[in-house]
């Protein structure tokens, strides 16, 4: 079975999964010689110029999965050699022009960037705005927009080229939203991994018998891991040493109720659960920060609910997202969070291991409710503080779900201008919503259907007794 | 004292809030609110036999576990509360 989209992930798993076996097993000191001949064992090269540069790019792999350059403050980072120097020429003409007498390029072109040069359409480049309108119009297709995907991905314009035509990534600007990680398709731009800091949690715990270690997931997860139901997943990462698994759709739930208090209170809210757009309104809308609720996010929440009722306890995130790799190490969070995986991260933990996930025993997932559950897609928070307002006698409420950072951008631009009819603003950087996560195993139209289903599923139809649970952990009756 | 009653997934899936709520009206009946303290714990591992409650001493003693209660729910708490629980606080 296919696990993974692409071949870039399968690389970055086959890594971890070395890593991991090491960490556990032994052997981690030879990493960094071993790995490489393991993943590009030659002698012909099958992805780059010669055997010797893959290995070395596998070799910086194996260091971002050991946890990356501890100079960089981003948890996005480039690999400088893998980058390949993809062009960057803007509009192209190929030569399928065939020099024909309609020229529809240079008609639609609206800054009269083209001519026709000896039967051939030649684009100036001083006046081309790159707006693609030729590509459209030529009825040969023979116009093509040469655009690096990771610049394209960077909703927030962080990418550009240094000198030698590599990527290099702006921290001022980056919103460590991983769009690039997913996208690049050389796979130069890698998430830290922060498997080696989980691996000696556990380890620590000796069996959670010095403390004990919890797994908080994200909803998300239901659409990923196809082997098995959502039930033998729990068991799964039980069986890596976790004392349990928690929702962190427990977390939502809360987190939904304190932003419809807060809502009642302001009158205009804008969501905190995606660390992201929380940048990205930081770095972009300084003047629209105080519209963004106080409530911390479900991952933050659901590990504060566990910390309080077991004070030694130390928490692992599990997700779709490579800013929650960010966001844990915030101040604001209070350091709730003790570290972060990803769904790939956990997959390649589960197979090194040797887990064998055909015959898993299932194991209760169940705590949060359905609102809890649906956050994880674009629209969830929405629907859930329609359905709670309403239910609350509360009126007055216009929300709107802001799905991926373009739409973000417009939309508050709309608010800064004083111009939004909207009270209530649901903010994703991920356009889907985090079911559509950069470090998703899979980004498939499936995934919303999964997460619809599994919301369906869930015993509480309402946030009311994850409220109760919540009301009576921090003040104890 | 301290009572955890498990939240974790699967004593949910049988019931932990009636548990909880039938457990806060019995500090009431028995007016023992200020002698235990009602808390929620993540799976206190015996996920087969919930909803599991533990009762015991505020400050936690290694080599004393504590009683457990297993297979609690809203029709047999209170009588587990009074036979278990309550001889506990007068030692």
Sequence with gaps: MRLFDTNVQYIKYRVLKE?????????????????????SPGPKATTRCCVYKERAIIQERVKMAMGGHAGNPNVIEVIDIACDECPIDGMYVTPACRGCLVHNCMEVCPRN?????????????????????????????AIIAQ????????????????????????????????ACVYKCPFGAIVDKSLVLDVIKLLKGSEGNSRYKVYAVVAPAVVSQCHWG?????????????????????????????????????????????????????????????????????????????????????K???????????????????????????????????????????????????????YYGRIFAKSGGIVQGITDLTASTGLEGLRPIAMNGISECRM??????????????????????????????????????????????EAKEKTIDNSVKLFKMVSSPA | MIIKVCVGSSCHLKGSYDVIDQMKALLKKYDVEEQIELQASFCLGFCSKGVTVKAGPAVEVTGQEGLFLHNVNKDNVEDLFVKEIIPLLTI
């Design chain 1, 147 to 178: 655009h690096r995907p990771c610049v394209q991905s960077c909703k927030v314009k962080a990418i550009s080229m240094n000198e030698d035509k590599k990527a290099v990534i702006d921290n001022e600007k980056c919103i460590s939203c991983g």
């Design chain 1, 229 to 313: 139901k959502i039930s033998q997943v729990a068991t799964a990462i039980k069986m890596l040493g976790f004392h349990n698994v928690v929702e962190a759709a427990l977390g939502a739930d809360i987190t939904l109720y304190h932003e419809a208090n807060e809502w009642k209170e302001k009158q205009i809210l804008s969501t905190s659960c995606c660390p992201s757009y929380v940048k990205f309104v930081e770095k972009n809308f300084p003047e629209l920060v105080t519209y963004i609720s106080h409530t911390v996010s479900p991952m933050v929440e659901t590990a504060r609910l566990i910390k309080r009722s077991d004070p030694s306890a």
């Design chain 1, 315 to 369: 928490v692992v995130f599990i997700g779709p997202c490579s800013s929650k790799k960010m966001e844990y190490t915030l101040e604001k969070t209070g350091g709730a969070v003790d570290s972060v995986l990803s769904f790939e991260e956990l997959q390649a933990f589960v197979d090194a291991r040797g887990i064998d996930t055909t015959s898993l025993e299932e194991l209760a997932l169940n705590n949060a409710s």
């Design chain 1, 19 to 39: 890593v991991i076996r090491r960490a556990c097993e032994g052997g981690l000191e030879e990493a960094y010689m071993e790995i490489p001949a393991i993943i």
């Design chain 1, 411 to 456: 939309q508050l631009a709309r608010l800064k201008a004083g111009k939004a009819t909207e009270n209530f603003f649901e903010g994703m950087a991920c356009e889907g919503g985090c079911i559509n996560g950069a470090l998703c195993i899979t980004h498939s139209p499936r995934n919303s259907v999964d997460v619809e289903k599994y919301g369906s």
């Design chain 1, 113 to 141: 960037a083209i001519t026709i040069v000896d039967k051939k359409a030649v684009i100036d480049k001083e006046k081309c705005i790159e707006c693609g309108k030729c590509t459209q119009a030529c009825p040969y297709g």
